[in-house]
């Protein structure tokens, strides 16, 4: 789908684009008695591959449409919960939130620009590219990586300005998101269509040149989220202007653990040097003040304490590291 959003035909690319605004929008089809059908977050996460469609104004209004009524729909369902006592609040925080709040489109919208062979890479060069990439001039590979960050950083715009502008002034979800962000940023992109194929033994050792072409994928993958993490931070921090935007966040924020494996090279699993202290360890019965400049230093706390894995295939929470399994939390669409 993301292909055909894409396609070298802009008729193609118009149609496939305007359908997603009728989904977005429970219009025509999406409409079931009298009432529009909520999408899966996974195609709320085509959104960005619209941004260059000349069909993007209606795609963006459509989207816009979707996350208020969203919002609407989660506020009727945690006064619900909040009747129904502990056990509906605590399936709330680890389900159904996960389908309901629009902001958990973005692990499905990142993951799918980490597979975009046309996503720029942290390595300074265009992802996917093969080795005649050596032999283009130096001023026309540095043209084309230039348009490819432009791309992607239009591409993140698209996703993010709609989840922050829909909350208007006084946003409070921008603290949510750069949590979200460097919860990702701590895992490695799967290669989903390897992942859900099974092969025999003796298929797989006769197939090795598929596998470590999967393989490949999945490191360019990383590569091109390294860039995409540090340009998600880049838009998100363009949003903040006053302290109440970046509101702490309540809850447990989770990633799907279907799209993400554990990371331990990344960016965000580095050591945090604190400001008081020159060591890497963290002080004692202190943590960093939430305020614009925490989140703008180059080397901010990224709470990497507070990651912890739930169920076997759903999703992966930053609470805590704890060894301990909890219920089997699936998001379905």
Same mark, same amino acid.
């Given at each position: 789908?993301?292909?055909?959003?894409?396609?070298?035909?802009?008729?193609?690319?118009?149609?496939?684009?305007?359908?997603?605004?009728?989904?977005?929008?429970?219009?025509?089809?999406?409409?079931?008695?009298?009432?529009?059908?909520?999408?899966?977050?996974?195609?709320?996460?085509?959104?960005?591959?619209?941004?260059?469609?000349?069909?993007?104004?209606?795609?963006?209004?459509?989207?816009?449409?979707?996350?208020?009524?969203?919002?609407?729909?989660?506020?009727?369902?945690?006064?619900?919960?909040?009747?129904?006592?502990?056990?509906?609040?605590?399936?709330?925080?680890?389900?159904?939130?996960?389908?309901?709040?629009?902001?958990?489109?973005?692990?499905?919208?990142?993951?799918?620009?980490?597979?975009?062979?046309?996503?720029?890479?942290?390595?300074?060069?265009?992802?996917?590219?093969?080795?005649?990439?050596?032999?283009?001039?130096?001023?026309?590979?540095?043209?084309?990586?230039?348009?490819?960050?432009?791309?992607?950083?239009?591409?993140?715009?698209?996703?993010?300005?709609?989840?922050?502008?829909?909350?208007?002034?006084?946003?409070?979800?921008?603290?949510?998101?750069?949590?979200?962000?460097?919860?990702?940023?701590?895992?490695?992109?799967?290669?989903?269509? !390897?992942?859900?194929? %099974?092969?025999? +033994?003796?298929?797989? $050792?006769?197939?090795? @040149?598929? /596998?470590?072409?999967? =393989?490949?994928?999945?490191?360019?993958?990383?590569?091109?989220?390294?860039?995409?993490?540090?340009?998600?931070?880049?838009?998100?921090?363009?949003?903040?202007?006053?302290?109440?935007?970046?509101?702490?966040?309540?809850?447990?924020?989770?990633?799907?653990?279907?799209?993400?494996?554990?990371?331990?090279?990344?960016?965000?699993?580095?050591?945090?040097?604190?400001?008081?202290?020159?060591?890497?360890?963290?002080?004692?019965? !202190?943590?960093?003040? %939430?305020?614009? +400049?925490?989140?703008? $230093?180059?080397?901010? @706390?990224? /709470?990497?304490?507070? =990651?912890?894995?739930?169920?076997?295939?759903?999703?992966?929470?930053?609470?805590?590291?704890?060894?301990?399994?909890?219920?089997?939390?699936?998001?379905?669409?």
């Amino acid at each position: 789908l993301s292909n055909v959003l894409l396609d070298e035909e802009a008729p193609v690319r118009d149609a496939v684009a305007e359908e997603l605004s009728f989904m977005l929008s429970g219009i025509g089809k999406y409409r079931h008695s009298g009432v529009g059908s909520a999408p899966s977050m996974r195609f709320i996460a085509f959104v960005p591959l619209c941004a260059e469609s000349r069909k993007a104004a209606k795609v963006k209004a459509s989207m816009m449409q979707c996350i208020s009524s969203l919002r609407g729909s989660i506020a009727t369902c945690q006064a619900q919960v909040r009747a129904m006592g502990k056990a509906a609040e605590k399936n709330f925080e680890n389900n159904l939130k996960m389908k309901l709040m629009p902001e958990y489109c973005v692990p499905y919208a990142l993951h799918l620009l980490a597979f975009r062979h046309e996503t720029a890479s942290a390595a300074g060069t265009l992802a996917g590219e093969d080795d005649s990439d050596a032999e283009m001039e130096a001023d026309e590979l540095a043209q084309s990586e230039e348009a490819s960050e432009k791309r992607l950083k239009k591409r993140l715009k698209f996703l993010f300005d709609p989840l922050i502008q829909s909350l208007g002034e006084r946003a409070d979800n921008i603290s949510f998101l750069l949590r979200m962000i460097d919860q990702i940023g701590k895992f490695s992109p799967v290669d989903v269509m !390897k992942s859900s194929t %099974k092969f025999s +033994s003796l298929e797989t $050792s006769l197939d090795d @040149d598929s /596998e470590t072409e999967a =393989d490949n994928e999945e490191k360019e993958a990383a590569a091109r989220m390294k860039i995409i993490y540090q340009f998600a931070r880049e838009v998100l921090l363009s949003h903040v202007k006053k302290d109440f935007n970046l509101t702490v966040y309540p809850g447990s924020i989770q990633v799907p653990a279907a799209l993400y494996s554990r990371n331990q090279s990344s960016p965000a699993n580095a050591p945090i040097r604190y400001e008081s202290d020159d060591s890497f360890e963290r002080p004692e019965n !202190k943590r960093p003040k %939430k305020s614009i +400049s925490h989140y703008v $230093s180059k080397n901010q @706390d990224m /709470e990497s304490d507070e =990651d912890k894995s739930v169920g076997d295939d759903d999703s992966v929470d930053d609470k805590s590291i704890d060894d301990k399994s909890v219920e089997d939390k699936s998001i379905e669409e």
